[in-house]
């Protein structure tokens, strides 16, 4: 069973940066797309960043040029270095994955990021 676990979550202060991470276990298949999306509080689930295997990454409007997504493909792993933080960026960050054909999506279990001093 394919399993996405976070880690890199915590309480920053404003400026500051962190970086997440997210491995996926319990399949031998390399994600196809793995990305970060993030639900601040009383909001609804939004795009962070994606990469897809060969492509450029997509960012959220509201992160572009602050956050970085990169992976490593051959330990579907995937990371987001996030910098300039700003209360706004407080949110429960999930990581995604999308894996083999037909494509099937799975989500982490979430890390809490909050931004604050």
């Known amino acids: 069973q394919v399993r996405l676990v976070e880690s890199g979550g915590g309480l920053v202060q404003p400026g500051g940066s962190l970086t997440l991470s997210c491995a996926a276990s319990g399949t031998t298949t390399r994600a196809i797309v793995m990305g970060w999306y993030r639900q601040p509080p009383g909001q609804q689930r939004q795009l962070v960043a994606t990469l897809s295997s060969g492509t450029n990454p997509n960012y959220g409007d509201s992160v572009k040029g602050r956050f970085t997504i990169s992976r490593d493909s051959a330990k579907n792993t995937v990371y987001l270095q996030m910098n300039s933080l700003n209360p706004e960026d407080t949110a429960v960050y999930y990581c995604?994955?999308?894996?083999?054909?037909?494509?099937?999506?799975?989500w982490g279990q979430g890390t809490q990021v909050t931004v604050s001093s």
């Open positions: 995604n994955a999308g894996i083999g054909v037909p494509l099937r999506g799975y």
